[in-house]
């Protein structure tokens, strides 16, 4: 079954970058929506914004200004830039998939990868 | 954006206990509700898909219910693997939302 697997530094420093990517393996990345989704330590879940496999994105209005993500469909690959992080970003990052219609959301999730915004 | 309501926000159950969790909406979301256990450390895992679909391999103990602005989750018996969290998400409309949790204890 599909695989995600999500990697980046673990620490970032103030107002720098964030960048995460995704690698998808045992499926295809077409076809499919890819999601980024974080949950601050011991807090909820927050859904960060998604890619198309063609490249088209749609993203949470409250990171909308910082967030960028790509697609690299030959490599199977997404990625996340979250500019100008502050230490309200440090948080788990999942990566996750999903399709369109009613029996869409999230079937696969990324194990996860902690990021923590520290000087 | 589109509030997602979850009670309660924690709860104390017994093995073999029925757990009844609730998710409302403000405003319709027809059926486009998902259901997902996360268990300490792990990630999060659906159960439920298009508000009452049983995602495959997930025990028959688990259901849900609902349409519109309220839905259920229904552990008929809770087993002591289903010590966990609960969170409702809602994709019907962007951003999609998840609910603040559902803390099921001991």
Redesign the interface.
Known sequence: QVQLQASGPGVVKPSETLSLTCTVSSGSINSYYWSWIRQPAGKGLEWIGRIYSSGSTNSNPSLKSRVAMSVDTSKNQFSLKLRSVTAADTAVYYCARSSVGSTSSFDFWGQGTLVTVSS | ?LQMTQSPSAMSASVGDRVTVTCRASQAI???L?W?QQRPGE????LI??AS?L?SGVPSRFSGSGSGTEFTLTISSLQPEDFATY?C?Q?YS????????TKVEI
């Open positions: 954006d027809n059926n486009y998902a997902f990630v999060p895992k659906r898909y298009a679909s995602q969170y998400l994709y962007d951003p999609w939302t998840f609910g603040q949790g």
